[in-house]
């Protein structure tokens, strides 16, 4: 299944708040398992110089993770494809 990168606004001078909205999205892609359509909150990564956070979201279609991240109130500015790649323990990359 692929995954979504759902890029959204965190200012800096919050503390915390990365924390409650991980919360938030794992919630919701529980609420959208639970409903029969597989939903899974991977990761988020903050990147607090330019005020951004981005969640990583498995699921079906791009409009699933929307909505996945709307339901987890996380104003979404836009949903993209990602691809992410692993280096292994020989320092090989894997592709997820």
Do not use: W
Request: charged share 30%; glycine share 4%.
């Amino acid at each position: 299944m692929p995954s979504y990168l759902v890029e959204t606004y965190l200012a800096k001078g919050l503390p915390g708040e990365r924390d409650s909205r991980d919360r938030r999205a794992r919630s919701a892609a529980r609420q959208f398992t639970s409903d029969n359509v597989e939903v899974r909150f991977e990761r988020s990564i903050h990147v607090p110089e330019d005020e951004l956070c981005f969640f990583v979201f498995v699921a079906p279609t791009s409009q699933i993770a929307a909505l996945a991240a709307q339901r987890a109130g996380l104003e979404p500015l836009r949903v993209v494809e990602a691809v992410a790649s692993e280096t292994d323990h020989d320092g090989f990359k894997e592709e997820l």
